[in-house]
């Protein structure tokens, strides 16, 4: 079970069918997606890799990021992507806690390949090289599919190692199989959306996360794959493709969908017109408040799914239907709204206390989820991966209760996760980088709620006893630390952290501060 069988199968059914746009080119059909995944997979076998090998995808969303993807499986590797705002030395402490062999890089990212050490390559994804790997010198026959054949892999041999901040302060490497990923893709069709062959799905969010992950519900359609010529997100841009295309489908995150909103109602724009640009707007990876969410159906129409899931369980736990969010006439519309809907159907959901035992609806505990869609475990962290999986169940550390539906609502986090603008961050890791700041004895990082980001990092910092400190000073160190996006918009500079009687800081009473 090799996730490139379902291009290879895709290019051999319908060769001819456009499958990947550049904005409003078409820069491949699915034969010629497969033919050059193919011929990246003899390229990086060629180099000496083996299957299981680790490939490093560090890139911004790019037109040739699903050819490499799938390159790298056609091989029997493992892809490794990486978040486009993350530093440069968390990018190296990636590169060596994976062992990867091998980077795909965008130049912006990456100006000297040699800045990413312990690697057999590092490729700019632009280059004439690359060029070269993905195009050949002569273009293929008919046959060239046939070359070589998709390397073989078991089910549960892990496809998509995928980094999450952890609680240490330290990322941890989910191992993702291509049974997960094939149970997602599948579900999709059952709990998400349908999708035809004449469907298109755009990257507007990063390809490394949970946006990349849904090409493959639709390279299993045969639908389209368009990445905006800006590589990135551009409310106005995305009108303009759908109109052009047809209409899209995307994931986004809750800050993307307030701003897709928001470029509606500047254009003046009817839900029917909205239909135009837009098929379906799959919301998830923070909390959509439920103000937001009327306000979205408001001014766009029913073209919304929400989904709740995590990178242990990619994109599967819970969805929030269509037929949810249009069910105006039920007497708990309003608590629908405001959860994240039931169990996907490759899962099951339940609510635990501390000892494992399921709690009654209503009650709040930890969301534990089991299915097929459960990753393999923490790449060489056997303790982290026994902490999290325990008798087949996802501790997902996330708090929640059920009711008599089996609705989940989410109410708080057991972790101290601050998510904003659907991108996770973890305190402690900006703790631990702020503490080696020249000037600061104490630090304690909380999320404070905010209108545009859902979150954002405050700072509370206390100076050793006669040092000067001031944000300008803190944020640049952090800067050059950490990723951007990591870093506090706001520090606090405060005489002593609120602590119990155990030396224990009081975060709930720094919240109340912020809040």
């Known amino acids: 079970m090799n996730l490139a069988h379902l291009l290879q199968r895709k290019a051999l059914e319908h060769p001819d069918r456009p499958a990947i746009f550049n904005g409003t080119l078409p820069v491949a059909t699915h034969f010629e997606w497969a033919e050059r995944a193919a011929r990246v997979g003899a390229h990086l076998r060629a ?15 790019h037109p040739r990021y699903l050819e490499l993807l799938f390159g790298a499986w056609w091989a029997g590797l493992v892809a490794v992507p990486i978040n486009a705002k993350l530093h440069l030395k968390e990018v ?87 049974r997960n990923l094939l149970t997602m893709g599948l579900g999709y069709f059952n709990d998400v959306d349908h999708v035809s062959p004449q469907d298109a799905i755009a990257y507007a969010a990063p390809m490394s996360h949970g946006a990349g992950l849904y090409a493959i519900p639709h390279l299993m359609a045969g639908a389209r794959h368009v990445v905006p010529a800006s590589g990135g997100f551009d409310a106005a841009e995305l009108f303009e493709l759908g109109r052009q ?23 003046g724009l009817t839900p029917e017109q909205c239909g135009q640009s837009f098929k379906t707007i799959v919301y998830g990876g923070a909390p959509m408040y439920a103000a937001d969410i009327r306000r979205a159906l408001r001014s766009m129409g029913l073209r919304f799914v929400q989904i709740y899931g995590q990178g242990e369980s990619p994109m599967t736990g819970t969805a929030l239907s269509r037929a949810h969010l249009a069910d105006t006439a039920h007497p708990r519309h309003e608590a629908r709204i405001a959860s994240v809907g039931v169990a996907q159907t490759p899962v099951r959901i339940r609510v635990a206390g501390p000892d494992g035992q399921s709690l009654p609806a209503g009650e ?18 056997p303790e982290a991966t026994q902490a999290a999986i325990r008798d087949g169940w996802l501790w997902t550390g996330d708090m929640g209760a059920l009711d008599d539906d089996g609705f989940l609502t989410l109410k708080d986090r057991s ?4 998510i904003s603008g659907g991108s996770n961050i973890y305190p402690r890791e900006v703790e631990e980088v702020l503490l080696h700041a020249p000037g600061v004895a ?25 040092a000067a400190l001031d944000a300008q000073t803190l944020d640049a160190f952090c800067l050059d630390q950490i990723a951007r996006f990591k870093r506090p918009k706001r520090y606090e500079l405060v005489e002593a952290l609120p602590k119990n009687n155990y030396g224990k800081v009081l975060k709930t009473v720094l919240r109340e501060r912020v809040c």
């Open 415 to 418: 972790k101290d996760l601050i």
């Open 245 to 267: 295309l047809g209409p899209l489908s995307l994931f986004a995150a809750p800050t993307i969908v307030k701003r897709i909103v928001d470029e509606a109602e500047a254009q």
């Open 92 to 178: 190296q402490w990636i590169v060596e806690n994976a062992g990867a062999r091998w980077a795909f890089v965008t130049a912006d990212l990456v100006p000297d390949p040699a800045a990413l050490t312990g690697l057999d390559g590092v490729m700019d994804v632009d280059s004439t090289a690359c060029d070269a790997w993905v195009n050949g010198a002569e273009r293929g026959g008919e046959d060239a599919l046939y070359i070589e054949e998709p390397e073989e892999r078991a089910p549960d041999d892990t496809a998509w190692l995928f980094y999450t901040s952890g609680t240490t302060g330290r990322p941890k490497g989910v191992m993702i199989t291509h």
């Open 47 to 61: 180099q000496g890799l083996q299957p299981g090998d680790r490939v490093l995808l560090f890139m911004r969303n």
């Open 442 to 466: 104490e630090v304690a990082v909380v999320g404070a709620p905010d209108p545009e980001w859902g979150e954002v990092v405050v700072a509370f910092v206390v100076p050793l006893p006669g």
């Open 364 to 381: 709040v505990g930890e969301v534990l989820i089991q299915g097929d869609s459960i990753m393999a475990g923490y790449w060489q962290n």
